[in-house]
Nanobody, 123 residues
Framework: QLQLVESGGGLVQPGGSLRLSCAASGFTLDYYAIGWFRQAPGKEREGVSCISSSGRSTNYADSVKGRFTISRDNAKNTVYLQMNSLKPEDTAVYYC????????????????WGQGTQVTVSA
């Protein structure tokens, strides 16, 4: 019943932008820290970004700092990942995940996962 649904993925040229959305169903995100992860074929899943329940605290992987921005609109029960200056190495399935926590804790596995959305960066 608790669901996270990602959307907004697609094919984009290098240097382009995409905005991913993570919409919650069955629960509200107000009290959950939300993170974005990605996984390319044959590679390990890696953390991309995380935002606290209030939105006052954010974290980014070094590989995306300055290019990606995480935000949330609790009124819409949605978290976003704005991705700019995309590179081919950003190609992956992107997942959002939720911790039953107000703050992000990268060393603690998320409690809920979405199904993922494909992002492909190619000319």
């Amino acid at each position: 019943q608790l669901q996270l649904v990602e959307s907004g993925g697609g094919l984009v040229q290098p240097g382009g932008s995409l905005r991913l959305s993570c919409a919650a169903s069955g629960f509200t995100l107000d009290y959950y820290a939300i993170g974005w992860f990605r996984q390319a074929p044959g590679k390990e899943r890696e953390g991309v970004s995380c935002i606290s329940s209030s939105g006052r605290s954010t974290n980014y992987a070094d590989s995306v700092k300055g290019r990606f921005t995480i935000s949330r609109d609790n009124a819409k029960n949605t978290v976003y990942l704005q991705m700019n200056s995309l590179k081919p190495e950003d190609t992956a399935v992107y997942y959002c995940a939720a911790w039953v926590r107000r703050l992000c804790h990268s060393d603690v596995p998320p409690d809920y996962w979405g199904q993922g959305t494909q992002v492909t960066v190619s000319a």
